[in-house]
């Protein structure tokens, strides 16, 4: 058996969680394998909708196991306080399965995230301030704390060595309004809630898992574009967001990954700062951002939005291996006559469709091309052969470019509203 793997291939927000969810009750095991709190994945079931920022998006799947690998860094408060609200929806929490080499956010991480950020003044990097960053430098550094050490007898020890270091490093960044001892207060709580679920040594746990022919699915979080290594660094998450990332925070060879599914919108946002080459900021823009309801599931902040941006994508596609090719929201386009869609670059007044060192260069223009668009609701279509002539016109024309079939299209936030294309299995 092999590891299926789902991620995003955008700047994030891409629609993650609906895809895992629907996708979840053909696997045993959703592993999340990356990240922390800083992402969120919405999901809506019967109207109502949830929104998940650690736990695998297979919770709502009665026979799924859902496991938070060791590549992700955890806030207990963040982490209590989603396993209430699924407490009160009457989810079972006991098959969320947390990996003990995972690294834990303490208070002081967000003190210090905050104070970084605050230090930056215009050149702020966007973060979401939740202690993503400090978390994994301490990771690298070799300082953090992971969930296995609060079995250790002296865990508040080493607690407070760790958070005497932050105290004397956020002296270095201008004053913030942080209330450490509440916050401790409720993180030393919320890690007795924590404690309900089972530690588990991840990496022996999935290996014996998949020789036991179980099906797996890795869930991504954030995108592509914000991997530290191969995003639009500096304006990037703090981890490995790619299929090569599985291996590391899964602890599994590469040769077990087994089909790709890539998720993009039919369009691109972005949140915070950063480089967005087909970015649309004015009426048009807003028009997308409000159709799409382009607010962050974890900050609220409004999201950037312009038009899909296909050099990055096939850039994405390359990193990641991408076997499946997943579009989200297409029913935001339903009002547009025609959509554009930016086939390469001209650089300087050379045309390449090559993801140049440096995006935000000064004489960087995305080239578009102009596609007739349905301007019709889609939304309530469920069969692929009854959707419009310039629906299927669009897909067409991604995939020639992309060199990846698509086999998901998603007209809408709810379970149901989403049209198999092609072969999943």
């Known amino acids: 058996m092999f590891i299926d793997v789902l991620l995003g291939l955008q700047w994030g927000d891409e629609g993650k969680g609906k895809i895992v969810d629907y996708l979840a009750d053909k696997y045993d095991l959703i592993c999340r394998f990356q990240g922390g709190p800083n992402a969120g994945h919405t999901i809506v079931i019967d109207g109502k909708k949830h929104v998940l920022h650690t736990i695998p998006s297979g919770v709502f799947r009665k026979n799924v196991i859902n496991v938070i690998g060791n590549g992700v860094v955890i806030d207990p408060i963040v982490m209590a306080r989603e396993l209430r609200n699924l407490e009160d929806n009457n989810i079972n929490i006991s098959k969320i399965l947390v990996a003990r080499k995972a690294h834990l956010i303490l208070p002081t991480h967000r003190y210090l995230d905050m104070g970084s950020e605050a230090s930056k003044g215009k050149e702020k990097i966007g973060s979401t301030l939740r202690g993503i960053g400090p978390t994994y430098m301490d990771k690298t550094g070799r300082n953090g704390l992971r969930v296995g050490d609060i079995e250790t007898p002296d865990f508040r020890k080493r607690y407070e060595s760790l958070r005497s270091k932050h105290i004397s490093l956020g002296k270095i960044y201008p004053d913030i309004d942080f209330d450490l001892k509440a916050e401790e207060q409720k993180w030393f709580e919320s890690l007795e809630y924590l404690k309900k679920l089972d530690f588990i040594d991840c990496s022996y746990y999935v290996n014996d898992a998949l020789k036991e022919g179980k099906k797996i ?41 087994g089909k790709v599914f890539g998720i993009t919108k039919s369009y691109c946002t972005r949140v915070g700062s950063g480089p967005f080459p087909t970015e649309l900021d004015n009426e048009l823009g807003e028009e997308l951002r409000q159709i799409g309801a382009e607010f962050g599931a974890t900050t609220g902040r409004p999201r950037r939005t312009g038009w899909i941006d296909l050099p990055q994508l096939k850039y994405t596609i390359m ?30 007044g050379t045309s390449t469709k090559s993801l140049p060192y440096n995006l935000s260069d000064d004489g960087l223009e995305p080239i578009y091309t102009s596609l007739k668009g349905w301007d019709q609701d889609i939304n309530d279509i469920r069969d692929y052969n009854q959707m419009p002539k310039e629906v299927k016109d669009y897909i067409k024309f991604l995939e020639s470019y992309l060199e990846v079939k698509v086999t998901m299209l998603s007209t809408g936030p709810e379970r149901e509203a989403l049209i198999i294309k092609g072969d999943l299995s």
């Open 217 to 257: 699915l890795a869930e991504g979080a954030q995108g592509s574009m914000l991997d530290i290594d191969y995003g639009t660094y500096p304006f990037v998450t703090s981890s490995n967001t790619l299929t090569a990332g599985v291996c590391v925070g899964l602890g599994v060879a590469p040769q077990t990954i």
């Open 319 to 348: 990193l990641n291996g991408v076997s499946d090719l997943c579009i989200t929201k297409m029913d935001c386009l339903n009002t547009f006559k025609n959509i554009e869609v930016a086939t390469e670059y001209k650089i300087n």
